[in-house]
């Protein structure tokens, strides 16, 4: 499968407890973005790298939220001391060249669930 | 701020039927618009997208949507539904940057 690829598929923790996702793009694509879906609602923008660059991140990433793509490549999103409210689908895209003028591939994302 | 708004949260049809979803955003710049599709245990996907030119785009299985400047309107419209049309849709706007903002979604059922 040489899609966008999301690990683990599903998490669960306890509240307090750091988690780390991965997400590995479609190989050539130097845009890379995270989302996180609720239930009900619809993908809500987290942050977007352009190869190894953050270039903006959401008001919805509190200082607990950090993502990296060290090599322009994969990439990881960690939540320090996990609360309820971030449980969630954690959805990452990818795309060559910006979003708003191609097609953004999703992966399958990652449901976290926080006791 | 920016927003997306769907109109219908879920639709119920028999096959065969037309289909029109509402969408809404709130942006007085230039935008590009699309519809995503999330078949039940896969993942979201492109069904058709607006940047310029004809405001009546086709997409893939027979949608089609009309963007209407004025009412900032971005309809999806099928003439004609099948029971494997069963899906959440989504539609999305790019505006200022790269950021893709999305609806809430809309749930359509079809009963065979």
């Known amino acids: 499968d040489t899609g966008v690829s999301q690990d683990p598929r599903h998490k669960i923790t306890k509240r307090g407890q750091n988690v780390t996702f991965r997400c590995d793009p479609i190989s050539e694509h130097n845009r890379l973005y995270w989302y996180r879906q609720t239930l009900g609602q619809g993908p809500e923008f987290l942050t977007y790298?352009?190869?190894?660059?953050?270039?903006?991140k959401s008001r919805l990433l509190s200082d607990r939220f950090s993502a990296e793509r060290p090599k322009g490549s994969f990439s990881t999103l960690e939540i320090q001391r996990t609360e309820q409210g971030d449980s969630a689908m954690y959805l990452c895209?990818?795309?060559?060249?910006?979003?708003?003028?191609?097609?953004?591939?999703f992966g399958p994302g990652t449901r976290l669930t926080v006791l | 701020a920016q927003s997306v708004s769907q109109h219908n949260h879920h639709v119920i049809l028999s096959e065969a039927a037309s289909l029109e979803l509402g969408c809404n955003y709130s942006?007085?710049?230039?935008?590009?618009l699309f519809w995503y599709v999330q078949y039940p245990g896969q993942h979201l996907q492109l069904l058709l997208k607006?940047?310029?030119?004809?405001?009546l785009v086709k997409g893939i299985k027979g949608f089609e949507a009309e963007f209407i400047k004025s009412k900032f309107s971005f309809n999806l419209r099928k003439p004609s539904v099948q029971w494997s049309d069963t899906a959440e849709y989504f539609c999305a706007v790019k505006t200022s940057y790269d950021k893709v903002i999305f609806g809430p979604g809309t749930s359509l059922s079809v009963i065979p």
């Open positions: 942006y007085g710049g230039t935008v590009n």
């Open positions: 895209a990818s795309s060559l060249g910006a979003a708003g003028n191609n097609e953004q591939f």
């Open positions: 607006y940047f310029s030119g004809d405001p």
């Open positions: 790298f352009q190869n190894e660059a953050q270039l903006e």
